[in-house]
């Protein structure tokens, strides 16, 4: 049974950081997701198994980065000049097969953490 546990979220003034993590009960292709009331989930950041590679959403790039400890089985999300647009309930994914920005080739997910970003 995979699992999947965020933590991290909370309320930030406009321009703070937080950082986000995921810890994942193995090594998987993990991905960053978020989905605000009234809009579909959307992908934010994704990386490979070995942490080689690392992808974003045009909406993120230079602000967030994404990262992994291989040992802990953990994924970061650090997010820097945080907007009110940014405001989201944020998912963290994983699959076994392929490295993805689409929602729908990720097979685990964790519970949400919300992130909260005021004027």
């Known amino acids: 049974q995979v699992q999947l546990v965020e933590s991290g979220g909370g309320l930030v003034q406009a321009g703070g950081s937080l950082r986000l993590s995921c810890a994942a009960s193995?090594?998987?292709?993990m991905g960053w997701f978020r989905q605000s009331p009234g809009n579909e989930r959307e992908f934010v950041a994704g990386i490979s198994r070995t942490g080689a590679s690392t992808y974003y959403a045009d909406s993120v790039k230079g602000r967030f980065t994404i990262s992994r400890d291989i040992a802990k089985n953990t994924v970061y999300l650090q997010m820097n000049s945080l907007r009110p647009e940014d405001t989201a309930v944020y998912y963290c994914?994983?699959?076994?097969?392929?490295?993805?920005?689409?929602?729908?080739?990720?097979?685990?997910w964790g519970q949400g953490t919300q992130v909260t970003v005021s004027p």
């Open positions: 994914a994983a699959n076994n097969y392929v490295s993805s920005t689409y929602s729908n080739n990720y097979n685990y």
């Open positions: 193995g090594r998987f292709n």
